[in-house]
């Protein structure tokens, strides 16, 4: 089986897509399939760049590494290639699939979601990253890709080591030593107060760092909730008025 590496801008959604071009199967059965065989996937939509993810024996790529759907899945979807299956996947009310403007709605309408899961998974990315530069390796559980289990936990300082803060520590208290060496100074309490200082320090400025990280990511929930919301609204509105103009069409009206 080939293995699709995920980059940034990529989303289940986009990648079941392109999957249906190619075996002629629904995105739903095709996603579905998926997360069959990515079990990680079984309780999230969230997928990182670089994660490979196991495809089906369906899926055939002449390079793996650089498929990509972030240029295609932006494009509004053709009505041909979404069957009632997939709307009423994404909570199209089935009853109202026949009024040709709600239908086009519901073709988007899992575009729009997929997207506000994507440009989360792109924020969390950078922040991982920026939280790896910052704070060092991460300690905590990981799943069998390297991704955190808990991305909260992944985030703060106090689960990783070896970032800039604690090279800085050390760096400082490695010239503290060769201060205290070429002066001929003992190594007591002011060595070991320096130490306190210096550690201080460093604490004061990886909470710092941290608070800044976890309120970009909270930034970036809220907006995914936020587009989310926004979308599901228009849901309402759009099968009030296919009601509207169903009941109106059955009425002669």
């Known amino acids: 089986m080939a293995n699709w590496v995920v980059k940034s801008g990529d989303t289940l959604w986009g990648i079941a897509t392109k999957l249906s071009e190619q075996n002629g199967k629904s995105v739903t059965a095709n996603l579905n399939e998926i997360r069959r065989l ?3 996937l079984a309780s999230s939509n969230l997928i990182r760049g670089g994660q490979s993810l196991v495809m089906p024996a369906s899926y055939s790529a002449s390079d793996p590494t650089t498929d990509s759907v972030a240029d295609t ?7 041909d290639d979404v069957d009632d299956a997939d709307l009423q996947e994404m909570g199209a009310v089935p009853a109202l699939l026949s009024d040709p403007q709600y239908r086009a709605f519901m073709a988007t309408f899992g575009m729009t979601e997929s997207q506000a899961e994507s440009q989360l998974t792109a924020s969390t990315d950078r922040l991982m990253q920026n939280a790896l530069r910052t704070f060092g390796e991460y300690g905590g559980e990981v799943d069998e890709e390297g991704t955190p289990l808990d991305i909260e936990s992944a985030l703060m300082s106090g689960n990783r080591e ?23 100074m003992a190594f007591g309490g002011g060595r070991q107060k320096a130490m306190a200082e210096f550690g201080e320090q460093r604490d004061i400025q990886e909470l710092t760092a941290q608070q800044e990280i976890m309120d970009a990511y909270s930034k970036a929930l809220q907006a995914e909730k936020k587009a989310k919301e926004d979308n599901r609204a228009r849901k309402l509105l759009e099968e009030a008025a296919a009601t509207e103009r169903l009941s109106n069409a059955s009425a002669g009206i």
């Open 162 to 184: 070896g970032g800039l803060y604690d090279i800085a520590y050390d760096k400082a208290v490695d010239r503290d030593m060769q201060t205290r060496s070429g002066r001929g």
């Open 38 to 40: 990515n079990p990680a």
């Open 73 to 79: 899945d932006t494009d509004i979807p053709s009505l």
